[in-house]
């Protein structure tokens, strides 16, 4: 009777790391969708602004070394889109797969979508206010990007 008590216990336990895992932030970083364009380029400086249509882009090039580009866009004024390309040298060095397993571990397993390019892997996360995309094709490593979208 005991060993069945243990095992619902560890059952019920691991059922709920995994959902808490999977809770996804309504932004991206510390900064909430909405958020403004100043707002933003003062948690992420040295970045140039520029207007795409009717959106304004914030764009950092070469924020670290795991980044080749970091870009938020922004609608009205508020923060509706962020797209992060990850730097081919890093890519290549750590593998999609421990890129893939750090995404994983923090939101979940995700879902796998092969539906749009054939030469292209995307994992998506999201929740009623946010969509997260982990996009890579597998010989191509300059093709790696994370986007965050507001619903």
Partial sequence: MKKYISLVFLL???LAATAFAAQLFAGYGKQPWGASV???SKAYPKGTLAKLGTQDAY???KPSREIKQRTFAFAANKLVAVSVTMDP???TKNGIEKLLAKQKKQY???VIDRSGAPHMVKYLWQD???R???AYAPKRPEMTVLMYEKK
Avoid: C, H, N, R
């Fill in 12 to 14: 019920t336990f691991l």
């Fill in 38 to 40: 100043m707002s933003v």
């Fill in 59 to 61: 764009k950092q090039l």
């Fill in 89 to 91: 040298a890093y890519v």
């Fill in 108 to 110: 979940g397993d995700g």
């Fill in 128 to 130: 009623q206010s946010t």
């Fill in 132 to 134: 997260i995309t982990f």
